[in-house]
């Protein structure tokens, strides 16, 4: 069992964009605000803090989750990975990141780093994804700029392309139990 | 916002969260998936001081389908949907999840935090009470089962003791000879439901249960003699004298006459859905 008084502090370790990392955070900090303000990694946006606006969307061990609504004491021995880690390992925009591009799924960009982590994980369980089935993956985000076309767009071809190249990119529906 | 200062425990076993809650009762608020708590500690909405995190019990993440289908408290909501044991013998949960909050929110929220919020519109809670369900609390004291029906309350305010923990969930197998459905309006999908209803009907026995949520503070479960047949005069009928004995309230979002309405129409679309997917054994 782990005890933190309020307004003490504890050390979580985690991995963070492939590198083992840990730091300390007081229990009620967010981990979208542990990314930001102890990691300097402000490729996480934080919008609504509530919950709605998915703009602090971040993959915690591979899911997409809000990252407002998780304490970094939570995290402790979890793999995180932010916009900051999806590149390829040459630093080149992954093929996701390019199809953002290309379509013009994004004009400010606020939303865009949660969504890219929202799409991470639908490709990796849709491959034959519908456009009902990524506009219902898509209503956790709001975006105010795009009308949500472009996104479509990007995400769509996305999985066309993966599927074209052959690329195993799918780990089929599974079953739990 | 960032929440008030508050004293975080995580618990690694039952036993470990169970004396938490002894010692401290009501001072203690129980965090599962965190979807609507982190939304409410954020807003200081609820200021507890400690948050007793139970995401690392991992025994009760366990689905287990025997008698009933047991899914424990920490089942995520995304798990359930794609479990295979829920698809098969709890259909109308797997119906109503795709309605739960959003992808995003489904990958953490838990079945059983959803239940322990009891959110007036809230899906599961409605599923729960519409299929006769029962909740399992823990407490050092004992371990107890109360009905779905006897466990909501009021709006966000259920029959758990200040010492308890909700466990696990008892989701009655659906037979093969039952048909179900399930509709719900809201503004948005992922929205809270502004109406929703969850039908379970009964081929054999002609009789049809029809959940409502979002009408009054808690889910209203209502049984009826099903008509025969996709007979639309008769379906229009049982719906709207259904809709008569409900209580509703209003709110900013909708008023009580519309939510009326709103449950007299999809208590037809949920009757007439299951009628049409029993007529495939007629």
Known sequence: MLEVEAGARTTVKFTLNGKAVKAEAEARMQLADFLRHVFKQYGTHVG?????????TVLVDGRAVRSCLIFAAQIEGATVTTVEGLAEDNGELNDLQMAFRTHHALQCGFCTPGILASATQFLNEHADASEHD???MLSGHICRCTGYTGIIEAISATAQNRKSRGQKNTSPEKDND | MKPAAFKYVR?????????VLAKYGEDVRVMAGGQSLGALLNMRIVTPPIVLDINRIFVLSQIESGRTVMTGAMVRQADALSSGAIRRDVGLLAQALPHVGHYQTRNRGTLGGSVAHADPSAEIPLVLATLGGEIELRSVRHVRRVAAKQFFRSALVTGRGGDELITALHWPRTS???ETAFFEFAVRDGDFAIVAVACAFERRAGRMRLGFGGCG??????EVSAPSGINAKAVEEIARDLSKQLDYRSDLLASADYRRSLATVLARKAMVASIEKARAYA
């Not at chain 1, 803090?49 to 602090?56: Q, R, V």
């Not at chain 2, 503070?217 to 209502?222: A, F, H, I, K, N």
């Open chain 1, 134 to 136: 990524i506009r219902d």
């Open chain 2, 217 to 222: 503070e808690v889910p209203q479960v209502v």
């Open chain 1, 48 to 56: 609504c803090e509530h919950g709605i606006c998915g703009a602090c």
């Open chain 2, 11 to 19: 618990a690694d076993s039952i036993e470990e969260a169970l004396s």
């Open chain 2, 176 to 178: 093969s000879e039952t």
